[in-house]
């Protein structure tokens, strides 16, 4: 199984993933590990990305999730997957592939935001990744006001993990 921690900037998406890897003993993949240099450029000068920026990387994650499903191993990838596009590109129907959004509030992520240090996504880009959001009609939603370590276990129930 391959699943897939999608949300906006902020919504915990590294954090979750990586704790519900290392609870399962799979390896976690962090999305933002994969973009090239001109979209981590973009971001950290405050530019949204387009869907043209998107598309190496998500094919970059695509042929991840792929090679993966292929040898039959699991994972966790941390991905904002914001559109329908681009969660049918990285399932590439795939029934292992399972995504998980983290979804929330717009004022508390951007509280989260503001908070970090050290990331390239600056707070001023929340706003085009909810504008851009689609919301998923088929992935598990996990309300990520709550601590990671009751998000981890939600979604280890869910899919019995």
């Not at 699991?74 to 904002?80: K, T």
């Not at 992520?109 to 929340?126: D, F, S, T, V």
């Amino acid at each position: 199984m391959i699943l897939v921690i999608m949300g906006v900037s902020g919504s915990g998406k590294s954090t979750v993933g990586q704790n519900l890897a290392a609870e399962l003993g799979w390896p976690f993949y962090d999305g933002d590990d994969f973009h090239p240099p001109a979209n981590v450029e973009k971001m950290a000068n405050g530019i949204a990305l387009t869907d043209a920026d998107r598309a190496d990387w998500l094919a970059a994650l695509a042929h991840l999730i792929r090679d993966l499903s292929q040898d039959g191993r699991s994972g966790v990838l941390a991905c904002s997957a914001l559109k329908q596009a681009y969660r049918e590109t990285l399932r590439q129907n795939m029934p292992d592939v399972q995504f998980v959004y983290l979804k929330g509030d717009y004022d508390l992520i951007l509280k989260r935001l503001q908070a970090r240090q050290g990331h390239y996504m600056r707070p001023e880009l929340l706003k085009s990744q909810f504008e851009t959001l689609e919301e998923p009609g088929q992935a598990l939603v996990v309300d990520l006001a709550q601590p990671a370590a009751e998000m981890v276990r939600q979604i280890r129930q869910a899919f019995s993990l």
